[in-house]
């Protein structure tokens, strides 16, 4: 086993909320699904430590459920694994590594996430994607209230380049988190991925029985939505230095 001191799990450390709970017990759909989360966790975990020491460039994953594949038929079929077999068909052939979590929020990619990048220390030439924010948008109102700020933090921290989504969610707090993204885009510090615009037009048909996650079909259109922009990222070669 690789980087033995690389205790990173893809966990949050907080169970599922009420609401999930309450939802499992009574529809079948939703707990199929949420019993995904531990053994998709495990296996990004162990692909993560059997990849830190491989050559070639890497793909570092940074967000919630929606990069953890949770939904689709294995943990390697959500967008990640889609955008990636796609990638190397082509001939990038990318070295995954996964720190996105279940349940997590801008907080844990801020708290848990981006300190495990830089424990296994950042490359110049590594491509960074982060996909986040609605577990805080569908949270508590505090977690709400929180958003923008926190995607200010966030695009202030993320390694300089990094491709970063925006919320297509039709709400206040998402408009005001969305305008950071948008301003660090203009400042040349991210790259954007505006799922206002390049995402899903509709989800019928492409959403996992519970009806939250997309399944196969819904990531493969998340897939299509990066795609045009992580690869014009990789075509870009390793970031200007300077950046934290």
């Given at each position: 086993?690789?980087?033995?001191?690389?205790?990173?799990?893809?966990?949050?450390?907080?169970?599922?909320?009420?609401?999930?709970?309450?939802m499992?017990?009574?529809?079948?759909?939703?707990?199929?699904?949420?019993?995904?989360?531990?053994?998709?966790?495990?296996?990004?975990?162990?692909?993560?430590?059997?990849?830190?020491?491989?050559?070639?460039?890497?793909?570092?994953?940074?967000?919630?459920?929606?990069?953890?594949?949770?939904?689709?038929?294995?943990?390697?079929?959500?967008?990640?694994?889609?955008?990636?077999?796609?990638?190397?068909?082509?001939g990038?052939?990318?070295?995954?590594?996964?720190?996105?979590?279940?349940?997590?929020?801008?907080?844990?990619?801020?708290?848990?996430?981006?300190?495990?990048?830089?424990?296994?220390?950042?490359?110049?030439?590594?491509?960074?994607?982060?996909?986040?924010?609605?577990?805080?948008?569908?949270?508590?109102?505090?977690?709400?209230?929180?958003?923008?700020?926190?995607?200010?933090?966030?695009?202030?921290?993320?390694?300089?380049?990094?491709?970063?989504?925006?919320?297509?969610?039709?709400?206040?707090?998402?408009?005001?988190?969305?305008v950071?993204?948008?301003?660090?885009?203009?400042?040349?510090?991210?790259?954007?991925?505006?799922?206002?615009?390049?995402?899903?037009?509709?989800?019928?048909?492409?959403?996992?029985?519970?009806?939250?996650?997309?399944?196969?079909?819904?990531?493969?259109?998340?897939?299509?939505?990066?795609?045009?922009?992580?690869?014009?990222?990789?075509?870009?070669?390793?970031?200007?230095?300077?950046?934290?």
């Amino acid at each position: 086993m690789t980087h033995p001191g690389f205790s990173y799990d893809n966990r949050t450390g907080r169970g599922p909320g009420r609401m999930v709970r309450t939802m499992s017990a009574v529809l079948p759909g939703v707990a199929r699904v949420w019993s995904q989360v531990e053994p998709y966790a495990e296996a990004w975990r162990a692909h993560n430590l059997a990849t830190l020491d491989r050559p070639g460039r890497r793909w570092v994953v940074l967000g919630d459920s929606m990069s953890v594949g949770i939904g689709a038929t294995s943990y390697d079929a959500g967008w990640v694994g889609q955008l990636a077999a796609r990638l190397a068909v082509g001939g990038t052939d990318l070295r995954v590594v996964n720190l996105a979590a279940t349940g997590a929020g801008v907080s844990d990619v801020l708290e848990q996430q981006l300190p495990a990048l830089a424990e296994i220390g950042s490359r110049d030439d590594d491509l960074v994607t982060v996909l986040v924010g609605s577990n805080d948008l569908f949270g508590a109102r505090a977690r709400r209230d929180r958003l923008p700020d926190g995607f200010a933090a966030m695009v202030e921290r993320v390694p300089v380049g990094s491709v970063v989504a925006t919320l297509p969610q039709p709400s206040g707090a998402a408009a005001r988190a969305n305008v950071h993204v948008e301003r660090a885009a203009a400042a040349g510090r991210v790259a954007m991925v505006d799922l206002r615009v390049t995402g899903p037009s509709s989800w019928k048909g492409r959403l996992a029985s519970d009806y939250f996650h997309p399944n196969d079909a819904g990531y493969a259109a998340l897939a299509g939505a990066f795609e045009p922009t992580v690869r014009a990222r990789l075509s870009a070669g390793p970031a200007a230095s300077g950046g934290r």
